[in-house]
Nanobody
Framework: VQLQASGGGLVRPGGSLRLSCAAS????????IGWFRQAPGKGREGVACLAVKAGRTYYTDFAKDRFTISRDNAKNTVYLQMNDLKPEDTAVYSC????????????????WGQGTLVTVSA
């Protein structure tokens, strides 16, 4: 199983980006994918999660009103749409997966994609 994250870049405050996490090698949809981020000098934190088979989504408080996690079944890709970006959203964003209905944590995730850098700056 492999995850490939992409879509990061430089964006002005108030702008939007859509991150993608393409999954390959998965033989069922009994898994959950989470997005995490790590800002410079800070620890990793969860952003949002999608439990694929259950069809449930979960968001960290700061992400609830601005970010949306979704999945394209045909492409086996999970997206993180980020709107109204703020400088404090600057971080390396990574996706990770765990089997089951529950969101992965940085300790329970079994597969990680490489990070993609999001920089929010004027």
């Amino acid at each position: 199983v492999q995850l490939q994250a992409s879509g990061g870049g430089l964006v002005r405050p108030g702008g939007s980006l859509r991150l993608s996490c393409a999954a390959s090698g998965l033989e069922s949809d009994y898994y959950a994918i989470g997005w995490f981020r790590q800002a410079p000098g800070k620890g990793r934190e969860g952003v949002a999660c999608l439990a694929v088979k259950a069809g449930r989504t979960y968001y960290t408080d700061f992400a609830k009103d601005r970010f949306t996690i979704s999945r394209d079944n045909a492409k086996n890709t999970v997206y993180l749409q980020m709107n109204d970006l703020k400088p404090e959203d600057t971080a390396v964003y990574s996706c990770a997966a765990v089997w089951g209905h529950y969101c992965p944590t940085e300790y329970t995730a079994v597969v990680w994609g490489q990070g993609t850098l999001v920089t929010v700056s004027a």
